[in-house]
């Protein structure tokens, strides 16, 4: 009985150390940072590894989380000459996504973003402000419902670096960043259901971009 | 019904629809039989104007945008509606018959490609042209027979109400309580103007009125139809109601009958073609899953 009660604490051993080993493996992958120093370039936006989301307040008593299924564009960075740095974004408005069909059906429509009439959503940016090390203000023009409003993102750095492992067209130099701001959805001409939808939105961006110029 | 009433947005809604735009069309339908008195001839076009005005709160409380140029194309709703209904009404005062079918022509067709202007960009030249001139010539032949001459429209009036109060059933079930709204609103300032003249012995419900009618009416229903994505099912059966409330008023009066029946026979037709409608509306509604 005691020599199978050691040999099962042995194996147990042995199988939380290389459980331990390989979790920590993981995590060092999960800690993004840059791999190499010349992050600088041009980047087409990989609409496969970036999504637009966004939070808003419904009834007054819940917050309702919807994206868009469609995102593109591209983005330059130059760390020596960060006010240089242009971000281009569009979003198809009829992309959409609430998990609810019907509400989805209705948010396309004359109510809210009337996608026939005003069919993408787009951001241009007009200045980046670095504001540490790895982050920052991003300056720009968001057109929603055709109307165009100033905002400001919120920008962290995820990280930059070679993903060889990646394949076409994934793979290449690689840059992520996080961006959030806030807007009031009546700002853009859209203030239906005031008494039930919130008039603040919070806007949130995931980009990765593949560089196709340094 | 009670728990409904108590909601803010519920009531917002019925005030900003219904009540306010009710009271302001009331109110000048009111002043203006007693400052036309002396002159009867006027009151068609007060009337007209108390419909527009009524219209125009029900709009300004719910929809609030009166840019110029327009940005939107339900903003373009008043325009419409005052720079068209200002042509019908001077080309009724022509001589030749041509000019009232030719103006009414003209604004329905000129109506149709300034609301379909974002789709017609969109889309290759042939499928954009036969768009514009479907919706063109149903508007142009639906006006027509709507208001067919200088008698008294009382009839399409009704058959406009009908076609009002369909439309303020099914659009939020297909995707828009804004049009719906607009649906309610126009429907209780057609009431309003024809409660009035039905009550008033001897009052003509005259062409600028149903102009009005017409006009905000079908820029909703192509809203309803091309912006909105109602289907193509409910659409038909929302003109058949019109055309049949139009096809029985003038048979009606081609065969000489008069009378409150000959006023309301085009409603009761046009109902049950809305009834079809909202059904339809309602099972479509029911099996996306319900409300959010």
Request: charged fraction near 10%; charge should be positive; glycine fraction near 10%.
């Amino acid at each position: 009985m005691l020599p199978n009660k050691v040999s099962i604490a042995l194996r147990t051993a042995i199988l939380s150390i290389a459980l331990s080993t390989s979790l920590v493996s993981l995590a060092d992958a999960a800690a993004y940072h840059r791999l190499d120093a010349s992050p600088a370039g041009s980047y087409r936006i990989d609409p496969n590894h970036s999504l637009a989301w966004f939070t808003i307040g419904h009834a007054g008593v819940a917050v309702v989380v919807g994206r868009f299924d469609k995102l593109s564009g591209s983005y330059s960075f130059n760390p020596a000459n960060p006010a240089g740095d242009k971000v281009n974004l569009r979003i198809p408005a009829a992309s959409i996504n609430t998990n609810f069909a019907l509400r989805d059906h209705d948010l396309r429509g004359p109510d809210f973003f009337n996608v026939r009439e005003f069919p993408n959503i787009t951001f241009v940016s007009t200045r980046y402000q670095p504001t540490g090390k790895e982050g920052g203000q991003l300056y720009g023009k968001l057109t929603i419902h055709g109307v165009t409003r100033p905002v400001t993102f919120q920008v962290r750095e995820i990280g930059a670096g070679p993903v060889p492992a990646l394949p076409k067209p994934w793979g290449g130099y690689l840059s992520g960043y996080e961006a959030t701001t806030t807007i009031q959805r009546s700002d853009f001409g859209m203030d239906a259901y005031a008494g039930m939808i919130a008039n603040t939105v919070h806007l949130h961006v995931n980009i990765e971009g593949v560089r196709t110029a340094g | 019904m009670w728990n409904l009433w108590q909601s803010g947005f519920v009531r917002s809604l019925i005030l900003d629809s219904a009540l306010l735009p009710a009271v302001v069309a009331m109110l000048i339908v009111v002043a203006a039989y007693y400052k036309t008195r002396k002159y009867p001839g006027w009151r068609s076009t007060f009337w007209a104007a108390a419909m527009l005005a009524g219209f125009l709160v029900g709009y300004a409380l719910t929809y609030r945008d009166f840019s110029f140029p327009p940005r939107t194309v339900l903003s373009w709703l008043p325009w419409l509606a005052l720079v068209g209904g200002t042509i019908a009404a001077i080309a009724d005062h022509c001589r030749h018959q041509w000019w009232r079918y030719g103006a009414r022509g003209l604004v329905a067709g000129a109506s149709a490609f300034i609301l379909l202007w974002p789709i017609l960009r969109q889309e290759t030249m042939l499928a954009a042209f036969v768009a514009w001139l479907t919706v063109a010539v149903l508007w142009s032949v639906l006006w027509f027979a709507l208001t067919p001459d200088h008698r008294d429209q009382k009839p399409a009036g009704i058959t406009l109400l009908v076609g009002a109060v369909g439309l303020a059933l099914v659009a939020p079930l297909l995707g828009s309580i804004l049009l719906a709204q607009f649906g309610a609103t126009l429907a209780v300032v057609l009431t309003v103007a024809l409660v009035f003249s039905l009550l008033v012995r001897g009052s003509r419900w005259d062409s600028p009125s149903a102009d009005v009618g017409i006009l905000i009416l079908g820029a909703l229903m192509v809203d309803l139809r091309f912006y909105a994505g109602a289907s193509m099912v409910v659409m038909v059966w929302l003109l058949v109601s019109l055309a049949a409330g139009a096809g029985v008023a003038r048979i009606l009066q081609h065969r000489g009958h008069s009378g409150r029946w000959t006023v309301l026979a085009p409603g009761l037709i046009g109902f049950p073609p809305v009834a079809v409608a909202g059904w339809v509306a309602l099972q479509t509604y029911l099996a996306s899953g319900g409300g959010y």
